[in-house]
Every structure is written in C-alpha cells, then in structure tokens.
C-alpha cells in the first residue's frame, strides 16, 4: 500500500505500514516499547469494527467523546442513552443522536470545523472493557439518516427525538484494557430520567458555583468601575489610612522653600512642582471605600445565608439528593 493511501474505510497508514501518530512513535523510542507497541498495533488495532465489537457498541448506553476545532483546541464530551442508542450500521459505520442539550454545540461546532474524532465506550457494570474508535464524524439531519435508514426506530421518549446525527466513518478500533477499569453497580431504584428538560435544577443547578461565582466578579467589577468614576473629592476621603506620605500631606509641605527666602506663590519651584505631580498620581491599586468594603460583605453574606437555606430546605425534603446529580 502507498504512502497515503486509504485503508478501506479508514485513514492514511504511516510510511512503515503502522497506525499510530509520529509522536507517539517518536516517545516510544525514547522509552524502549517500540516492540510492545507493534505487538499492540499488530494483534489488536483493527481499520473496522469487528464482529465482537459490533455487539459490544450495540449493548452500551454511555460513551466519551473527543473533538477539537480547526486550531487544535479540545473538547472532551459525554453522550448516554438506552442501550442501542448508537446505531451500528455496518463495518465501518456508526450513527448516534444528538439529544436536546444546553445549545452551545461545543461537539457539533468543532465537527464543522475539524470531522476528526474519538470515541471511548467503556462497560463499567460487566466485562469492565473498553473500546476506542477513532475516525471521522459528519453532522447530518434527522430526516437524511431516516431517508438512508428506513429501519431506524423511532424514540418515543420525549427529549430524546433528535434533530440532528453524528455519522462516524471508522478509521481505527482497538480495545481499553480492564487493569485500571473500576467495576461498577447500577443503583437500584433510580427515578427516571429528566430527558431533554429545561429545568434549572433537575439540570444540576449552579452545582460547581460557577455562576455564583460570576455574579460575585461582575458585583466587583461594578465596585472598581463607581470607585474610578467617582470625583476626586470622593477618591481622596477613600484613601486608606495606610496611604504614603506624600498622599496624606498637605501640598505646602511637599518642598521646602530655597534658602535665601520664599518663593513668589504664582512661582512654584522646579521640586514643588515635580512633589506636587507625584501626589497627584496614585501610588497603587485603588482600594473601595470603607462603606464599599462593608457594601461587599453583607451581599457576600447574605448569598451565603440564602444558599445555606436554600441548601437545608433542598436536603430535608431529597436525602439523597447528591446521587441524583449522577442518575
């Protein structure tokens, strides 16, 4: 096979017949596994899904999902639904649905800009495996891949119709080996799924604090602004105790007069001058006042008590309410 070349329903093979990146080549000279790492090319790393991958992709109801934009910038996302959610059409295709999400598209965006991807299915509940499939994926719409599938089944779950697909052309599937795999259980019990739901907090909420935390920047960000544009009259009583001296003195004391008498009032000196402009300047960051100090505080401390409120009355009524995060 050339340089080049195609595989059947894959990508380029290196110049030495094997798949693999030149870094990761490059590292494995360094490292002395050049001849594990053919072994592993040779005997596992396959340009299509095999038989028995094909019935282990069909039994999966999650898998993780690598992208990145034409720059390079990553992106590693989630996708999960009922077992046979990704639909196996033969060898070396895939297709599996793009449900209701938050609408940013991070995944969908960078597939427009760069088709390559990476997929990683693993079963944590049985054989505790892992496959990897990496290859090529295309944004298609719903009504397309059902012309080109008549036998797609329909999902009657609401939240889970899908507008759009991701058709994966497959270039390379190889298996995750079990050592480092934990095994685990499914909760009984669970309750069912919010499937494509707006609800803030069935959605998780502010679970990180993230918006928390930009509505405490943006409260700042606001302060600093009024204490900028605020007269200079203003700026001056907000001094800190602490100021330098030449902040806290009064402008007739910054030089003293030459020898030989005082100079003409309308006729400052050279130093008076160059003393006056230095007070004039500020001599670091512009602290708030201590009003504005005290402003801050209380607002900080009454999110907090609202949150730990809101917090107590969440935890009386969902006891395990942290589990539900995951379900």
Excluded at 19 to 42: D, I, K, N, V
Excluded at 178 to 200: C, F, M, S, V
């Amino acid at each position: 096979m050339a340089e080049g070349e195609r595989r059947p329903g894959g990508g380029p093979r290196r110049r030495d017949g094997l798949p693999g990146s030149e870094g990761e080549h490059e590292l494995q000279r360094r490292m002395g596994t050049s001849a594990r790492a053919e072994q592993f090319y040779q005997e596992q790393v396959l340009d299509h899904l095999n038989a028995r991958m094909q019935e282990f992709t069909r039994h999966q109801e999650m898998f993780f999902l690598a992208t990145s934009d034409a720059a390079g910038a990553c992106d590693c996302s989630f996708r999960a639904g009922p077992p046979g959610f990704v639909h196996v059409v033969d060898e070396y295709t895939l297709v599996y649905p793009e449900y209701r999400g938050n609408g940013v598209h991070a995944s969908l965006g960078n597939l427009l800009e760069n088709p390559q991807l990476g997929l990683i299915l693993v079963d944590f509940t049985r054989a505790r495996i892992g496959l990897h499939i990496n290859g090529r994926g295309e944004v298609v719409p719903d009504a397309e891949v059902r012309a080109a599938l008549p036998t797609l089944p329909v999902d009657p779950v609401p939240g889970r119709h899908a507008e759009l697909w991701v058709r994966v052309s497959v270039e390379e599937a190889y298996i995750h080996c079990a050592k480092h795999i934990p095994h685990l259980q499914k909760a009984p019990g669970r309750p069912a799924r919010e499937w494509g739901t707006d609800d803030y907090k069935r959605k998780g909420g502010d679970f990180f604090g993230a918006a928390r935390s930009a509505d405490e920047r943006s409260v700042a960000a606001d302060r600093h602004v009024d204490a900028v544009r605020a007269p200079q009259s203003d700026r001056t009583a907000a001094l800190p105790l602490g100021g330098s001296a030449q902040q806290r003195v009064a402008p007739s004391q910054l030089a003293p007069p030459p020898k030989g008498g005082a100079p003409h009032p309308e006729e400052p000196t050279p130093d008076t001058t160059m003393a006056l402009r230095q007070a004039e300047l500020p001599s670091g960051p512009r602290q708030p006042s201590p009003s504005a100090e005290a402003d801050l505080l209380l607002r900080q401390a009454q999110q907090a008590l609202a949150e730990a409120r809101r917090r107590g009355q969440r935890s009386a009524r969902e006891p395990d309410s942290f589990h539900g995060w995951f379900g």
